[in-house]
């Protein structure tokens, strides 16, 4: 139950960040890109976070790139949730290895050559080709980087538009305003669904596989390793706030499936078992998505 699709499914790419992205569609006139970042993006942190962001704070900055911190110690952002700035589909996941400085990366494209960058992450909950929600937890903050270097906690944010690198680094724009470089202190309006699958399992829980329900939300697996216990929760991402039909279950194989399933606002479960040495088969439903696995996650 250690080992997960969604936590190492993208850990083959290699790819380098310091060189053009792959060709996208038809660029986006230049007279609507404000607008589309204005509608679309929102800080990376959950609503009502507050963090201090910096463009000058590291010489490999190469143009509008930012560092976030929030801690009044050094690592006083370790493992602080990180989520999608705007919806999209992640295009990589990995640990960049030696590649490059930016450790474990996520990169969720937008559509019309957008694209936003999360690196030096702790871990990631997203694996590539996955939808994501804005909102969404994606990762948590971190201080991976390639060997040798040793870096600070902190998150390191950028968006890009186009392949010209290191050109198509555009400013953030958070909740319509553009970043007030280099620095400014703000507080996050990325006002989704505020619960992350650890939080509703608990402490010591993590995620070590997903699915998503369509737009509607997604049904994550979590392991706790102190206990040997599994996690099963669906969190919405549609509807938030309203109370609708959603669904969470796990069954341990050669046991009763457990199941949560009512009208919530936020999320079915949490849905904990005891798992160790054993299969499992887990799912969830929200709006009119489904999600059922087989047996697996065997040890």
């Not at 139950?1 to 790819?15: D, E, T, V, W």
């Not at 939808?131 to 906690?153: A, C, F, H």
Request: charged share 10%; aromatic share 8%.
């Amino acid at each position: 139950m250690k080992l997960s699709r969604a936590m190492i499914a993208g850990l083959a790419l290699a790819l380098s960040l310091g060189t053009a992205p792959a060709a996208v569609a038809d660029p986006v006139p230049e007279s609507d890109q404000a607008q589309i970042l204005a509608t679309n993006f929102q800080m990376p942190f959950p609503c009502n976070q507050t963090w201090t962001g910096n463009s000058n704070a590291s010489s490999a900055h190469q143009s509008w790139e930012i560092d976030f911190n929030r801690g009044s110690t050094a690592d006083a952002d370790l493992g602080d949730t990180v989520v999608a700035a705007a919806a999209g589909t992640v295009v990589i996941s990995a640990h960049q290895g030696s590649t490059n400085g930016y450790g474990n990366l996520v990169k969720i494209d937008h559509g019309g050559g957008w694209a936003s960058y999360y690196a030096h992450l702790n871990t990631r909950t997203v694996s590539q080709g996955q939808s994501v929600s804005q909102g969404q937890q994606i990762g948590t903050v971190g201080n991976t980087s390639k060997p040798g270097n040793n870096i600070s906690p902190h998150l390191h944010y950028e968006v890009r538009l186009g392949t010209n690198y290191p050109d198509n680094i555009q400013k953030a724009v958070f909740n319509g305003v553009t970043f007030g470089y280099p620095q400014q202190t703000i507080t996050s309006k990325n006002c989704g669904n505020p619960y992350t699958p650890s939080a509703v399992c608990g402490s010591g829980y993590d995620v070590i596989d997903s699915a998503t329900l369509g737009s509607d939300g997604a049904v994550y697996l979590l392991y706790n390793s102190a206990n040997g216990n599994n996690c099963v929760t669906t969190v919405k991402y549609k509807n938030v706030g309203t109370a609708t039909a959603t669904t969470a279950y796990l069954e341990v194989q050669g046991s009763t499936r457990k199941t949560d399933s009512g009208n919530y606002g936020y999320y079915a479960g949490p849905v904990i078992s005891s798992a160790a040495g054993s299969c499992v088969k887990w799912g969830g439903k929200a709006g009119s998505s489904t999600y059922d696995s087989a047996f697996e996650h065997c040890g």
